[in-house]
């Protein structure tokens, strides 16, 4: 059994099962998939890099895990975006499962970062978020159609 870390595009963690490259690359829910390694080539980052709308916004729960992991600083890691798989490979380079005590480690690297660097890459990602929001065409209202109404809290 491979335990992997699947990092989904609203932030949430799961602890998973993969088996494969295929297992991973069905998580990720694309083609063309890469990977970066953490500095003491434990950890694996399995990303895509998806130019579909619903994952170019940066997915800063894994964002945060390769700083941690790796020799990179706040303004020079890579923005990790859409699903991402954080797995680990056994000596041979194929996939293998995380173990509790590397779990541990992920926790205990993710804890290090210090406020500064928190401070930094969020900023790096609303500032990639606000490019995003210009870059992008808004589309026009539809002919005729009626505004949305705004949402109204119900109370029972």
Known sequence: ??????????GVVYET???????IAELVQEQGLQ?????????????SPSMHRCQ???NQAATELLLATTNFTAKSVPLLRGCVVVATHDADGDLDGLS????DLLVERNRALDSRDDRVLSR???RDIRRQQRVE????AAAGARPARPRVPVSH
């Open 1 to 10: 059994m491979n335990t992997v870390l699947y990092f989904s595009t609203r």
């Open 17 to 23: 099962r993969a088996y494969s490259k295929a297992d």
């Open 137 to 140: 065409p808004v589309a026009p």
């Open 124 to 126: 790096r990602i609303a």
């Open 56 to 58: 170019r916004r940066a």
């Open 100 to 103: 509790w005590q590397q779990l």
């Open 35 to 47: 990977c970066l390694t953490s500095s003491d080539r434990q950890f694996d980052f399995w990303f």
